[in-house]
């Protein structure tokens, strides 16, 4: 169930950009904001806004509980595999970054995977044009729990 994934103190954000910007970016800092520990997760840099980001799973110093890839589908799968890997069993792909080998690989290692789905609409407190798309998905039966 979605409401269980939340159980986590300790997440690595995956795909978050070097820039400053983006979805990943969002979903992290809101993460933080809401007092999680999280890691962000980028290969291609050492540090996002002053702070300290992770080349890989395997490079944070502690292992997290959950996985969030809100990457480009060329990358998901790979991240799939990190989160074998390391021995995590949670991982959300965020909608739009799944791809039919990434779901697989979840599937037959039995990962506890959330897909297809907006992190958003799930955060609580769910806040802004998300709690009125969340709204209407609840009203026509569509939010899943």
Known sequence: MIKDFFD?????????????KGF???IFNEMKKRGYEV??????????NGGKCYRNLKS????PDAVFAITPKTETVNVVR???EAGINKIWI??????DEALKLCYENKLNAVTKECIFLYL???KGCHAFHRWILKIFGKLKN
């Open 39 to 48: 890691f962000p997760v980028n290969p291609n840099t050492d540090e996002i």
């Open 82 to 84: 990190q989160t074998l």
């Open 60 to 63: 944070i110093p502690v292992k």
């Open 124 to 126: 609580e407190p769910v």
């Open 24 to 26: 990943a970016y969002d």
């Open 94 to 99: 965020q909608q739009g970054s799944e791809t």
């Open 8 to 20: 986590f103190k300790t997440a690595a954000v995956a795909g978050v950009s070097r820039t400053g």
